[in-house]
């Protein structure tokens, strides 16, 4: 499988066996989800990460997804909760717990002032627009009685968007910046940016770690009509976008979501920028063992346009069906990449526009695919010329070896790569990727392997991969 998957952790997957499971099935990258726990609380998970990366020798990356100015119930007498329609509920402040037969949904944001603004008729969303209620009475200032317009599922903390209405909050909330300071201290590999409107939030996230002195790869969520707005110049600053369709089709109407998915995945293919497409992609399976049609075809189609990695959220942190969720996705993954693989005349060419790391990296598939070499190894510091493979699709894995961690874990969510850690002991980055292919088992005697790799050159200060080589194993 070439596709990554991205499990999110939580009360059902949190346990090393469960873990080791999501792994084994394909996950190669853990998300902790800081709306729903502080940084101490993912102490155990990331022992568990860093003790499977050692066991089962693959890299495995940890996620911290900031929980960003998301508006959030409190906390339900009961987590999930099945919501049926027609039922009623409260809305009001924290400080508002009022005796009422109805049950109680929370807002913790005193000094918010959004509620004033609802009247009777209004909708009000939850669960990334799963469930929808309406407002039926406005009892007090402040505290409403809303009725659900369909049946859903509701946890603690959930997100709630009240459609039409706007207000600003910077995107690196203080919650926010007391997560990341605890996040980098724990070893966290990628940080993703919830809400995100412009390219200087990513830029004020960036100088935040800076001043942890701790700096990994940047997630930029894309949830917000801004952040589709300005794709371009996010795509500037940020490692990697995320294409969350909860928020996002919170924000935007429904019918425009399907292409504003695809635009999105477009625009980071041309920069081989890698791509994630999350929320819902296989929410049924939080309770039943097996996905629904839809569901298997949505996955496939991220898959089509060319996602290089899809996540799973409720579905791993509160399923019944964790492992069996990425298992099923793993082969819905595997079935896409068949049909897109044998539906592309050999690797995708570079463009009008492309650069000469791109072209290099056209040039190594193609020898790569005349060869029928066993695997791609680009040495790489920053991760650019994996990445320039990567967008190529070849059919023959791709073996990152890189000296950085940061780029190793970043890596982990290109299509196709497989990173690993090379160390310097070698000058020569040709010579460390020989090192490795002659150390290598699944290379047999007498295989070859197509090695891109950086070579000094005269009027050149920096050094940049500059040379393809075909290597056959001795």
Known sequence: MKTKIIATLGPASSSLETMRGLAQAGVRVFRLNFSHGAADSFTGVMENIRALEKDLDITLSALADLSGPKIRIGVLDVSPAHIRMGETFLLGPESERLEHESS????????????????????????????????????????FELKALNNGLITSHKGIAFPGKFFSIPALTEKDRV?????????????????????????????????????????????????????????????????????????????????????????????????????????????????????????????????????????????????????????IADRAEAYSLNRNDGPLP????????????????????????????????????????????????IYALTPNPASQHLLNLSWGVIPRHVGRELPSHLARCQQFVDEWPLVQSGQSVVITAGQKTPGRQDLHTNEVKVYYKG
């Not at 526009?353 to 680009?378: F, G, H, K, N, V």
């Open 179 to 331: 997560d990341l300071k605890g996040a980098l201290a724990l070893g966290v590999d990628l940080v993703a940016m919830s809400f995100v409107q412009t390219k200087q939030d990513i830029l004020d996230l960036r100088e935040a770690m800076e001043a942890e002195g701790r700096v990994v790869p940047i997630v930029a969520k894309m949830e917000q009509k801004a952040a589709f707005e300005n794709l371009d110049t996010i795509l500037d600053v940020a490692d990697c976008l995320m294409v969350a369709r909860g928020d996002l089709g919170v924000q935007c109407p429904l019918p425009d979501l399907p292409i504003m998915q695809k635009q999105i995945i477009d625009a980071c293919r041309q920069r081989d920028k890698p791509v994630i497409v999350a929320t819902q992609m296989l929410i049924s399976m939080v309770d039943n063992p097996a996905p629904t049609r839809p569901e298997t075809t949505d996955v496939a189609n991220a898959i089509l346009d060319g996602s290089d990695a899809v996540m799973l959220s409720e579905e791993t942190a509160i399923g019944k069906h964790p492992v069996e969720a990425v298992a099923f996705m793993s082969r």
């Open 350 to 397: 570079p463009g009008e526009s492309a650069d000469p790391e791109r072209t290099l990296a056209y040039c190594a598939c193609l020898l790569a695919e005349q060869t029928r070499s066993a695997a791609l190894i680009c040495h790489t510091r920053s991760g650019t010329t994996a990445q320039r493979v990567s967008g190529r699709r070849p059919v023959a894995p």
């Open 104 to 143: 109680q949904i929370y807002l913790p944001f005193e000094d918010l002032n959004i509620l004033g603004e609802l009247g009777r008729g209004d909708t009000v969303l939850l669960s990334d627009g799963m469930v929808e209620l309406t407002v039926t009475k406005v009892l007090k200032d402040g505290v």
